[in-house]
T-cell receptor, first 118, second 117 residues
Framework: GENVEQHPSTLSVQEGDSAVIKCTYS??????FPWYKQELGKRPQLIID?????GEKKDQRIAVTLNKTAKHFSLHITETQPEDSAVYFC?????????????????FGTGTRLQVTL | DAGVIQSPRHEVTEMGQEVTLRCKPI?????LFWYRQTMMRGLELLIY????????DSGMPEDRFSAKMPNASFSTLKIQPSEPRDSAVYFC???????????????FGPGTRLTVT
């Protein structure tokens, strides 16, 4: 099965600086890579995702890059703000064995606790 | 759209009691996932359904856990008998059909915080 590793486990940055979180995956057939943000006591929320046919995707201050050859993908947050403080999870979606038009499961990384200090 | 709905939000029960967690997925979504989250083990997939059919239950920890999805708008996760080590936050998530979908994303409910004493 798929294995996702995420680094670092904790990250502290000053407000206004950039933050980068990196993930690697093991299954070259995985084709979808979402990122989730989870604030304390809340649900994981999808913040950005990328498919394997795209190398980079950006949404305002957040961006995700994907290197299929190296099997790694990264989350970039620029101009960090205190409200960016949360735990961030990467995930990889296994490609279904056949094209059934239905979902297959996500394998999550272990999370990165981001702290943005004033 | 109300999003994924879960009930109860909090459950405190004694060891040995039966616990039933409920989930209503987003309307139109045909895949439903049950997760458990703890500090020690992180976010674990327990089971998921496509079109109300269980596809992969390899994450269900033991026979005390069971899940059903009788129709497209309702699912239950049952623990019988419950044990203190079952204490965790249980999330339900749903996603839409992949064919033609704009996103493969899973959308999580608010979770049920279960405490077994």
């Amino acid at each position: 099965g798929e294995n996702v590793e995420q680094h670092p486990s904790t990250l502290s940055v000053q407000e206004g600086d950039s933050a980068v979180i990196k993930c690697t995956y093991s299954d070259s057939a995985s084709n979808y890579f979402p990122w989730y943000k989870q604030e304390l006591g809340k649900r994981p929320q999808l913040i950005i995702d990328i498919r394997s046919n795209v190398g980079e995707k950006k949404d305002q201050r957040i961006a995700v890059t994907l290197n299929k050859t190296a099997k790694h993908f990264s989350l970039h947050i620029t101009e960090t703000q205190p409200e960016d403080s949360a735990v961030y999870f990467c995930a990889a979606r296994e490609a279904p064995a056949i094209n059934t038009g239905t979902a297959s499961k996500l394998t999550f990384g272990t999370g990165t606790r981001l702290q943005v200090t004033l | 759209d109300a999003g994924v709905i879960q009930s109860p939000r909090h459950e405190v029960t004694e060891m040995g009691q039966e616990v039933t967690l409920r989930c209503k997925p987003i309307s139109g979504h045909n895949s439903l996932f049950w997760y458990r989250q703890t500090m020690m083990r992180g976010l674990e997939l327990l089971i998921y359904f496509n079109n109300n059919v269980p596809i992969d239950d390899s994450g269900m920890p033991e026979d005390r856990f069971s899940a059903k999805m009788p129709n497209a708008s309702f699912s239950t996760l049952k623990i019988q008998p419950s044990e203190p080590r079952d204490s965790a936050v249980y999330f339900c998530a749903s996603s839409e059909r992949l064919a033609g979908a704009s996103s493969y994303g899973q959308y999580f409910g608010p979770g049920t915080r279960l405490t077994v004493t």
